[in-house]
């Protein structure tokens, strides 16, 4: 039976990913969109971004352009919704 006070995860992500897209995010922030790999980096690092985050911008590909946190979290192989129709 599922526990009625445990947040719900879309299909195709889990908890840990839905956190990890949420440090990204937080990170990032919803001005620096579309961006590369090297202003999303520079943008981390105008706060006080993790460790864990830092790492997974510099594995992003070099001359690929993201437009939203979705973009990068799919880049770095984190479960993303499933789109529904």
């Known amino acids: ?3 009625p006070h445990q947040p719900a995860t879309p299909p195709g992500t889990d ?3 839905i956190e990890h897209r949420a440090a990204l995010a937080e990170a990032l922030g919803k001005e620096v ?3 590369d790999r090297d202003q999303l980096i520079a943008k981390a690092q105008e706060g006080t971004p993790t460790d864990r985050v830092l790492s997974d911008l510099r ?3 070099a001359g690929q ?3 939203n946190v979705q973009d990068v979290a799919q ?3 984190l ?3 499933q789109q529904r129709f």
């Open 1 to 3: 039976m599922t526990d």
């Open 15 to 17: 908890q840990r990913d």
């Open 33 to 35: 969109w579309p961006a």
């Open 59 to 61: 594995r992003l590909p």
């Open 65 to 67: 352009q993201f437009d």
């Open 75 to 77: 880049a770095l192989g």
């Open 79 to 81: 479960g993303t919704e």
